[in-house]
């Protein structure tokens, strides 16, 4: 036979019996081989070398521990559905009362815990949770493939928060099955010895831009639909459980775990905390399609009508908003509690209102205990008539913070219109005052203060994001601030 035929029956022959023999998909967990046979029958590598454009320091706002940051990261070979194997953590993790001291980095978007490898997941089988087949911490639980040049990598090491032990794994600009680069994922988990991360947590995630949600050997059709990636934590009893939700589309929409499938880019800027140490008990509402400090732009004289939405991750309970906005004229507010709470919010500003107004919303769930998420968000009030030049120039003003992200400290540059009282304060993502830089009487002109991340006690804080707000001349203005350790 001519070689080039023979090779061509040989590979045909091949290609027949795997798709006769696994037509359905073998089972990962007891048949591996098979399921990475079957797998590599259903599609050929990518021909895309496109690089993926990096992505804007704004899209990656979520990440607690910044890449590369100050270096120190092991690195995951390029694979698909590989891991890092057992790897000593050198503290006890508390995943819902079980008590782990190993951990185990898995290429598609979780990690998992000992005793020994055979507690490493090599396949990726999308399920939700609660279940009892998987005990993982899943950032984002889907079909990453790390094979070819352009496919991002998944990097990992350990670090301290606030001086305690702490581990992130951290997957940057990751494609998806099989080899496709031209859409990636930028996200990462960390877990901590004790609940020190944001909110009194032992676990974080952190999102960038985060572009797909499904692989090819998924039901994916260019890295969207069929099975949905999956964001929560599992202790593998079918009991013990937090899942943010479920994701198989583009788009921003959320409506909570119990809700529809959602849109990827609803994560992008995400921080997402929660505690595993005492038990699977209630997490805090959460703020969807919103952020701390967010600032909305209204015309002098417009209607400006909006609504604000806040999530029970716990499908059983009820939250209620209360609405803060400080005695401002021409403003009204009303709240529908519920699993899913909105408050709408009206504003109709007249020329006197020109400026930053913020107005605070606290959403309460009905958990035991119950548990609060505050979020400020700014009324920025325009004039469209004004010109370029006229516009705020007798205002006080916060420019951008340097560095930014900080380290040690940073310095605060504001500047004064007039002379008056001045209060520059920084707050976390939960709305908590955590230091006071300033409350004093203060001339007009240009001053600077300075952050070195502690609180008002003198703890050093916990890397992540925070948000500076200046109160002064009768106006407010905020800017976001990342903190990295």
Not at 99 to 113: A, H, K, P
Not at 216 to 230: E, M
Not at 241 to 257: A, M, Q
């Amino acid at each position: 036979m001519i070689p080039a035929l023979r090779n061509a029956f040989i590979f045909a022959c091949v290609f027949l019996f795997a798709s006769s023999t696994f037509a359905q998909q073998p089972d990962p967990h007891t048949s591996p081989s098979a399921y990475a046979i079957w797998k590599q029958t259903l599609h050929s590598p990518s021909s895309a070398s496109v690089m993926p454009a990096p992505p804007s320091s704004a899209a990656r706002g979520g990440l607690l521990i910044t890449y590369p940051g100050d270096g120190g990261w092991s690195v995951l070979d390029r694979n698909d559905d590989d891991f890092t194997g057992m790897l000593d953590l050198g503290f006890s993790y508390t995943l819902y009362g079980t008590t782990y001291n190993q951990v185990c980095v898995n290429n598609n978007g979780n990690v998992s815990f000992g005793p020994d490898d055979n507690s490493c997941y090599s396949s990726y089988d999308p399920e939700g949770f609660p279940s009892t087949d998987f005990v993982m911490v899943a950032p984002f639980w889907a079909d990453v493939d790390t094979r070819c040049d352009a496919c991002g990598l998944v990097y990992y090491k350990t670090i301290t928060v606030d001086g305690t032990p702490a581990f992130v794994a951290h997957w940057e600009q990751v494609g998806f099955y099989s080899q496709h680069p031209e859409l990636t994922n930028t996200f990462q988990v960390v877990i901590a010895s004790a609940p020190v991360l944001l909110g009194d947590n032992n676990v974080c995630f952190g999102y960038g831009d985060m572009q797909w949600t499904t692989g090819d050997a998924s039901d994916g059709d260019g890295g969207f639909g069929g099975f949905p990636a999956v964001v929560g934590a599992n202790r593998g009893n079918g009991q013990d459980f937090f899942l943010y939700g479920s994701f198989d589309h583009e788009g921003v929409d959320y409506d909570g775990p119990s809700g529809a499938v959602d849109g990827v880019s609803h994560l992008d800027g995400q921080t997402i905390c929660f505690n595993t140490a005492e038990g699977s008990g209630n997490v805090s509402p959460i703020a969807s399609g919103f952020s701390n400090g967010e600032a909305f732009e209204i015309n002098i004289g417009e209607t400006w009508v909006q609504d604000f939405t806040f999530l029970s991750p716990e499908g059983d309970q009820t939250t209620t908003i209360t609405v803060d906005a400080g005695g401002l004229a021409n403003f009204s507010a009303t709240a529908a509690a519920g699993n899913i709470a909105v408050a709408t919010l009206t504003f109709q500003p007249d020329a006197s209102q020109v400026g930053d107004h913020a107005v605070t919303l606290t959403a309460t769930d009905d958990g035991s205990p119950a548990l609060s998420t505050t979020v400020t968000i700014v009324l920025r009030v325009l004039d469209p008539t004004a010109s370029e030049d006229d516009a705020q120039p007798d205002e006080a003003s916060l420019a951008p913070a340097y560095p930014n992200p900080m380290r040690a400290t940073t310095t605060l540059p504001f500047h004064l219109a007039v002379a008056g009282p001045v209060r520059l304060t920084v707050y976390d993502l939960l709305g908590h005052e955590v230091a006071r830089l300033a409350d004093a009487p203060m001339g007009a002109g240009d001053h600077t203060a300075t952050w070195d991340g502690r609180d008002a006690v003198g703890h050093t804080l916990p890397g992540g994001l925070y948000l500076v707000r200046l109160d002064a001349g009768g106006r407010v203005t905020t800017q976001k601030l990342m903190r990295v350790r």
